[in-house]
Every structure is written in structure tokens, then in C-alpha cells.
């Protein structure tokens, strides 16, 4: 006759195993290690977000009234810190940083923020939000200010796409997807200031959109154009040149309603710089590019990043 003790073991034994099975098989069914199980537990794996966001409205009316800071933080409280958002029932298919250039604009970047959140959650995408700055001794330079946004978007998060998008155009239509096809992107096709016409085909500037592939291949923006204006037709060179074509949604999708503001001094040089460029075949860019860091906020809607340069050696393309 088998002993009391060793009947339990006999019982407790098949139930420990069959316990063990299903443990482990609830493990490898949500794809993370055993000790993460025990410590924290598995999330269900979400599945990918669909092609089509169903949460787009098409048209959508742009909110131009200055909000309160507190009151856009209330409006969006499913925001992580920097301005990230992740959809919380799928897996997005585009990782997206949007580096905004910036210099003295609150009131622009208010509005901005207030509108382009809820766009880009609509978008279902897994984005981040950086307001980049130059120290104010030092002329705006709008090209520099996207090139320390696409490395310092780097080493936060693992993007794929990289909208620059400057603080004073507002999306008028949810359908204008903010991510990057084959070729490189220019979004802002048709603003209201311009009477909803593109001024020009070889135009990059406003918003446009570029893979990490595309930054590298073609080495980022020139670092030399201080002051207003020939960053974007010298980008444009920089696409030609590495056989890159610009690729556009059609105007009446594709649409932005520019605040008002007082016009920039124009650089006097742009001309004579992007001939220059295209004769050196665009050497300057990212690889030239040294910068140091001076301030660095992580709020709610952004993370903040202001930088310091040496002018004059940018001017000279020597980084």
C-alpha cells in the first residue's frame, strides 16, 4: 500500500506540470521573458494600425484663437512627455519626428501645437514633437536648426520619418499623410497666402518629409544659409543630384493656412551659395556639422533643444 506522503506527489505532480504548460505557454504567446512575466506581466501584442486610420475627417476647420499652454496640455492629456504619442489600441506603421525650427514665434507655436496634435493622433502615428533653437547672437538658420533635429531625434527614438515643418503653416486636411513614401515629400503644396497654388515645382520648403535613408544619402541640409531663404532650392539640388525625385499629394488635399507674420531679412547671399553648393557637390551637411547643446527642456507638448554654433566656420562649410 502506498503511503499517504507519496499519494500527494502522485496527485500534486500532474497538477504542478499542467500549471507549468499553460504559464509558459501564456509567456510565449505574449512574447516576453520569464521574468518579466513574473515582475511586471505581458501586454497582448497590438495588432498593426490599419492602412487607413478610420479616425480622419478630411477637411478639418484650423483653430487660429491663442490658447493658454495649461489649456493645450488639458486637451491632449494622452501625451507622453517630449510630445510623443503612440495609439493606444494598435501598432503604428510610421515613426515620425516633426523638427520645427524655431526662433521668438510663442504665439505661432501655440496655435501650431493646438492643432497639429490632434492631426497627427487621427494619423494613428507614432510620433514625437522637437522645437529646435539657435542661441540669439547667432542669425536663424533654418537648414542647421532641421539638420540638429534629425540627430538629436536619433537618440531618443528609433524613427523612420522626419517631418520639417515650419511654425507658422497649419494643416487644413487630415488626409495630407505626415510620413514618407518612396521618394522624399513635400507636404505643404498648396497654401492659402499663395491662393492655394504651388509657386514653383522644384519648392522643398514649408513641410516636407524624408526618410533616415534619404537625410544620409544625400547628407542632410547645408549648414551655411544664415538668414532667410535658398535652404530648401539648394535641398532640392541635393535630391537631383542623388537621382531623388520630390513627391506631392494634390492641392486640394495637400493644404495650409499660413499665420501671419513680418517677413524675415533675406540672406543676400543665398544665390551665390547654392551655386556654390552644387559646384562642391554638396560636402556640407550633416557630416560638417558640430554644434553644442546649451539647453534642453523635455515638456509636455515638445521637447525643447537650443543649440550653439561657430558661424563663421558653417559659413565657410568647415562645420
Same mark, same amino acid.
Given at each position: 500500500?502506498?503511503?499517504?506522503?507519496?499519494?500527494?506527489?502522485?496527485?500534486?505532480?500532474?497538477?504542478?506540470?499542467?500549471?507549468?504548460?499553460?504559464?509558459?505557454?501564456?509567456?510565449?504567446?505574449?512574447?516576453?521573458?520569464?521574468?518579466?512575466?513574473?515582475?511586471?506581466?505581458?501586454?497582448?501584442? %497590438?495588432?498593426?494600425?490599419? #492602412?487607413?486610420?478610420?479616425?480622419?475627417? +478630411?477637411? !478639418?476647420?484650423?483653430? *487660429?484663437?491663442?490658447?493658454?499652454?495649461?489649456?493645450?496640455?488639458?486637451?491632449?492629456?494622452?501625451?507622453?512627455?517630449?510630445?510623443?504619442?503612440?495609439?493606444?489600441?494598435?501598432?503604428?506603421?510610421?515613426?515620425?519626428?516633426?523638427?520645427?525650427?524655431?526662433?521668438?514665434?510663442?504665439?505661432?507655436?501655440?496655435?501650431?501645437?493646438?492643432?497639429?496634435?490632434?492631426?497627427?493622433?487621427?494619423?494613428?502615428?507614432?510620433?514625437?514633437?522637437?522645437?529646435?533653437?539657435?542661441?540669439?547672437?547667432?542669425?536663424?538658420?533654418?537648414?542647421?536648426?532641421?539638420?540638429?533635429?534629425?540627430?538629436?531625434?536619433?537618440?531618443?527614438?528609433?524613427?523612420?520619418?522626419?517631418?520639417?515643418?515650419?511654425?507658422?503653416?497649419?494643416?487644413?486636411?487630415?488626409?495630407?499623410?505626415?510620413?514618407?513614401?518612396?521618394?522624399?515629400?513635400?507636404?505643404?503644396?498648396?497654401?492659402? %497666402?499663395?491662393?492655394?497654388? #504651388?509657386?514653383?515645382?522644384?519648392?522643398? +520648403?514649408? !513641410?516636407?518629409?524624408? *526618410?533616415?535613408?534619404?537625410?544620409?544619402?544625400?547628407?542632410?541640409?547645408?549648414?551655411?544659409?544664415?538668414?532667410?531663404?535658398?535652404?530648401?532650392?539648394?535641398?532640392?539640388?541635393?535630391?537631383?543630384?542623388?537621382?531623388?525625385?520630390?513627391?506631392?499629394?494634390?492641392?486640394?488635399?495637400?493644404?495650409?493656412?499660413?499665420?501671419?507674420?513680418?517677413?524675415?531679412?533675406?540672406?543676400?547671399?543665398?544665390?551665390?551659395?547654392?551655386?556654390?553648393?552644387?559646384?562642391?557637390?554638396?560636402?556640407?551637411?550633416?557630416?560638417?556639422?558640430?554644434?553644442?547643446?546649451?539647453?534642453?527642456?523635455?515638456?509636455?507638448?515638445?521637447?525643447?533643444?537650443?543649440?550653439?554654433?561657430?558661424?563663421?566656420?558653417?559659413?565657410?562649410?568647415?562645420?
Amino acid at each position: 500500500m502506498v503511503p499517504i506522503r507519496f499519494r500527494n506527489v502522485y496527485i500534486l505532480l500532474p497538477v504542478f506540470v499542467l500549471t507549468q504548460l499553460v504559464l509558459f505557454g501564456a509567456i510565449f504567446s505574449r512574447k516576453c521573458s520569464y521574468l518579466s512575466w513574473l515582475w511586471n506581466g505581458c501586454e497582448e501584442e %497590438k495588432p498593426l494600425c490599419p #492602412l487607413i486610420s478610420p479616425h480622419l475627417k +478630411g477637411t !478639418v476647420e484650423v483653430e *487660429t484663437y491663442v490658447p493658454a499652454w495649461q489649456t493645450i496640455e488639458n486637451n491632449y492629456p494622452m501625451l507622453q512627455n517630449g510630445g510623443r504619442y503612440q495609439p493606444p489600441d494598435c501598432t503604428a506603421r510610421y515613426r515620425v519626428a516633426l523638427i520645427i525650427p524655431f526662433r521668438d514665434r510663442d504665439i505661432h507655436l501655440k496655435i501650431l501645437l493646438n492643432n497639429i496634435h490632434g492631426f497627427l493622433m487621427r494619423q494613428q502615428l507614432d510620433y514625437g514633437i522637437f522645437l529646435i533653437d539657435l542661441e540669439e547672437t547667432i542669425p536663424f538658420n533654418r537648414a542647421l536648426l532641421l539638420n540638429v533635429g534629425f540627430l538629436e531625434a536619433n537618440k531618443v527614438h528609433d524613427y523612420q520619418c522626419y517631418v520639417f515643418h515650419d511654425v507658422d503653416l497649419i494643416p487644413e486636411n487630415d488626409h495630407n499623410m505626415y510620413s514618407c513614401p518612396e521618394q522624399p515629400r513635400h507636404i505643404s503644396v498648396a497654401i492659402d %497666402k499663395m491662393n492655394y497654388r #504651388l509657386p514653383y515645382t522644384q519648392i522643398f +520648403g514649408g !513641410v516636407s518629409a524624408m *526618410t533616415r535613408e534619404q537625410m544620409l544619402a544625400v547628407n542632410g541640409y547645408s549648414n551655411r544659409f544664415f538668414g532667410w531663404g535658398g535652404e530648401d532650392d539648394d535641398m532640392y539640388n541635393r535630391l537631383k543630384y542623388h537621382n531623388l525625385t520630390i513627391s506631392r499629394y494634390t492641392g486640394d488635399v495637400a493644404r495650409y493656412k499660413m499665420l501671419s507674420h513680418r517677413r524675415d531679412d533675406g540672406n543676400p547671399q543665398r544665390f551665390a551659395l547654392i551655386k556654390s553648393e552644387k559646384k562642391h557637390n554638396h560636402q556640407d551637411g550633416l557630416s560638417t556639422l558640430k554644434y553644442n547643446v546649451t539647453k534642453r527642456v523635455t515638456k509636455r507638448l515638445y521637447t525643447y533643444i537650443r543649440v550653439s554654433v561657430d558661424q563663421k566656420q558653417l559659413a565657410l562649410g568647415h562645420g
